[in-house]
């Protein structure tokens, strides 16, 4: 068993998940793995069953329904935190996020000292995105722009989905008073781990867009970390 767990959330993920899943399992570093899945209708967490059999360190968790990126991630720090992991990341299950950028979020947090490391798309405001289009690339790139101006945290790609918390930093925060569970999560996260006065570190990577399955990106998700912000920024920058 690994100190370490990366969570991947899916719903209809077949075309990607077995392929992300031997990714991780082939680097040179040992990781467990848990799936959060949200009851996909595409089988997902069949193909993630049938894996276990193969991997003693494949874990699912299954939800019952499909009610937002955020309260699956929230539902695996629960998880995570009950087994003891001592770091827990988060990963897409597309290949948006470089399996091998994995060891450089970890040795961010256990040889350089962070308590929470960021993949960072936009880190020192050098983009680093592929094949997006031009309108979400500016849209979330800006984006991450607002929410630095709006709440004036330190952190370059406040929006990314690829990171490393110590567990005690996930400990620290009230996890059921997590409001939002879609983009504006991830933002919510770093605050409130800013705000507790963790020490965080951005970690180059470049983020690819997915080639198979589906985006779950939406303009409901977007208006969430829009305004959300604003919400935030008028109740005072709540911890």
């Known amino acids: ?76 720090f629960k998880w995570a935190l009950k087994k003891n992991y001592d ?30 490391s960021i993949g960072s798309r936009y880190l020192n405001n050098k983009i680093n995105v592929v094949d997006w289009d031009i309108k979400r690339l500016l849209l979330s ?3 991450s722009k607002y929410v630095k101006i709006i709440t004036q945290i330190p952190i370059f790609d406040t929006t990314a989905g690829f990171v490393c918390y110590k567990s005690n930093v ?20 770093k605050f409130k781990a800013w705000k507790r ?3 965080h570190k951005e970690v180059s990577v470049i983020f690819t867009d997915r080639k198979e399955g589906t985006s779950k990106m ?5 208006s969430e970390a829009v305004f959300g912000v604003i919400k935030m920024r008028l109740q005072g920058l709540p911890k």
């Open 197 to 199: 006065k963790f020490k």
């Open 1 to 76: 068993m690994s100190n370490t767990l990366v969570i991947i959330p899916t719903y209809n993920e077949k075309e990607n998940i077995e392929a992300i899943i031997k990714a991780v399992f082939s680097l040179e570093m040992q990781f467990d793995i848990l799936v959060v899945d949200d009851s996909s209708p595409d089988g997902t967490s069949k193909i993630v069953s049938t894996l276990q059999q193969q991997f003693s360190n494949l874990f699912l968790e299954i939800r019952k329904e499909k009610n937002g990126l955020g309260a699956a991630y929230i539902h695996g």
């Open 141 to 143: 790139y800006f984006a």
């Open 218 to 222: 939406s303009g409901s998700i977007i």
């Open 170 to 189: 996930l400990r620290s925060i009230e996890l059921d008073k997590i409001k939002f569970v879609g983009y504006a999560f991830q933002i919510e996260m």
């Open 87 to 116: 770091y827990i990341i988060e990963m897409d299950a597309d290949f948006s996020h470089n399996p091998k950028d994995l060891i450089h979020l970890y040795n961010a947090c256990a040889i350089d000292g962070a308590d929470f």
